[in-house]
Each structure stands twice: as C-alpha cells, then as structure tokens.
Nanobody, 115 residues
C-alpha cells in the first residue's frame, strides 16, 4: 500500500507562486507515472501535470510556461512549482501515482488564488 501526502498549498495573491510537494511512503522509482490533478468546485478533476519514470513531463495547455513538475527519486517526492498563479487555478490539488497499473491518490490540498 502506497500513501501519498501533499503539502504546500494555501492562499496566494494573483501573480504569486506556490510549490506543492507529494511525499510517497514507498519508493517512487518504481512508479511508472506520477501526476498532479486538480478539481475546482463544480468541475471535473483534470490532469494538470505528469512525469513518467524516465523523467519526461507534460502539462496541460492552461498552465504551460507557469507550472513545472519534477521528481526526486532519492527523497520519494514529486513537486509542482506553480508561478504566475491566476484565480482560475483555485482548486483542490491531488497527487497521483501509478504502480504496476494501480493508481494511488493523496488526500488533496487546497490552493486558493485570490486578492
């Protein structure tokens, strides 16, 4: 059983930055996929950024140039650096990892962008 714990969320003004971290209870080296999803009120959960076991990354168009995903296999963490935040980035952010085809989820963390 893998547990994922997110941290780093909170309230930030538009244009500000936050860094989300996801700590895994097991080694992320064997995870084939790790990603950050978000869900805003009244909307479906969407994939924001992903990184595979080889380090290749992908982000959704709405955050390109602003968000960066990275992983530290030695620390078993995946991070999401979010810059130039906009009110529309407000959502609960979830960490996701796939091990041997099985998905695991963190509990989610709130990010609010507001003045």
């Amino acid at each position: 059983q893998v547990q994922l714990v997110e941290s780093g969320g909170g309230l930030v003004q538009p244009g500000g930055s936050l860094r989300l971290s996801c700590a895994a209870s097991g080694s992320i080296f064997s995870a084939s996929f790790m990603g950050w999803y978000r869900q805003a009120p009244g909307k479906q959960r969407e994939l924001v950024a992903a990184i595979d076991s080889g380090g290749s990354t992908n982000v959704v168009d709405s955050v390109k140039g602003r968000f960066t995903i990275s992983r530290d296999n030695a620390k078993n963490t995946v991070s999401l650096q979010m810059n130039s935040l906009k009110p529309e980035d407000t959502a609960i952010y979830y960490c996701n990892a796939v091990y041997s085809g099985w998905p695991y989820w963190g509990q989610g963390i709130q990010v609010t962008v507001s003045s």
